[in-house]
């Protein structure tokens, strides 16, 4: 209950000065599950928040930042529309004016904007078992292709989705962290298993997640990057069913506003 209240107080304040986080001093006893429950907070949103920490690292003493309502901190590469930004997060522009009550129908390159996160995709769950990872065009396809680095003909592993650096990544299906650090050519890769199925997600520039986390469909869990051996941006997604490669965009559904369409030409 005292917890609770130093809450609501630590709220208030901090509401006043316009910030999106407190600064919360890490007791006795607290675990990441624990401040992620008290908190309201899901861990991967703490991770992106407070980059290294992990459940087994939390020191005593140390400061951690935890923002106000489940979001987080994005910030442009390029100037883009209100509307764009509202995409990569499958959410309503509004919810971002909400939060964000300067920012007008575009936002400049760099400039730092808070942005609620929560689940995406949950219109059209029921229609497939896998959701979109981010929003984008597909930029390469899986199977055959001339790699644009190596020169050679090499088999695609899974499909390119074209988005900006630091751009959230959503998990495409309920399931259990297999993986989440770096490997070689994949850069920073997470693999989530789920049981029969295995989904890929590399060259990350941020992981928010660690190996036996639990994640649901469409929980956030890292930013997209451009590490490894990776030409710019873009999220690699692969789709493995028993470890073997299957084409993803078989499992993702097609049917919804959030479905992207396919650029060849990109
Ligand atoms: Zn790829």
Not at 137 to 144: C, L, Q, V
Not at 179 to 205: E, F, R
């Amino acid at each position: 209950m005292r917890r609770i209240l130093a809450f609501a107080l630590i709220m208030i304040v901090a509401i006043t000065f316009a910030e999106f986080n407190i600064n919360y001093k890490v007791q006795s006893g607290d675990t990441l599950y624990e401040l992620s429950h008290n908190f309201n907070i899901p861990i991967p949103v703490l991770m992106d928040w407070n980059p290294g920490v992990t459940p087994s690292n939390l020191k005593i003493g140390q400061t951690l930042k935890i923002p106000l309502v489940s979001g987080i901190l994005y910030k442009p590469t390029k100037s883009m529309t209100l509307s764009t930004l509202a995409k990569y997060f499958f959410i309503d522009p509004e919810e971002i004016t909400a939060i964000n009550p300067t920012v007008g129908s575009s936002i400049a390159a760099n400039k730092e904007i808070f942005v609620p996160v929560g689940k995406v995709n949950t219109s059209f769950t029921q229609l497939a078992d896998f959701v979109w990872p981010v929003y984008g065009s597909i930029t390469s396809e899986f199977g055959w292709r001339l790699h644009p680095i190596y020169k050679k003909n090499m088999y695609h592993s899974g499909i390119d989705i074209g988005v900006p650096q630091g751009t959230p990544v959503f998990a495409a299906r309920g399931g259990t962290v297999k993986y989440a650090g770096w490997k070689s050519d994949y850069g920073n890769l997470i693999i989530i298993d789920h049981g029969g199925y295995q989904t890929y997600y590399a060259h990350l520039s941020k992981i928010n997640v660690y190996v036996g986390l639990r994640v649901e469909k469409g929980d956030f869990i890292a930013r997209s990057g451009n590490t490894g051996t990776s030409t710019g941006p873009h999220l690699h997604f692969e789709v493995r069913k028993n470890d073997e490669l299957q084409d993803p965009v078989a499992y993702l559904p097609r049917t919804n506003t959030y479905v992207m369409r396919r650029v060849l030409s990109e």
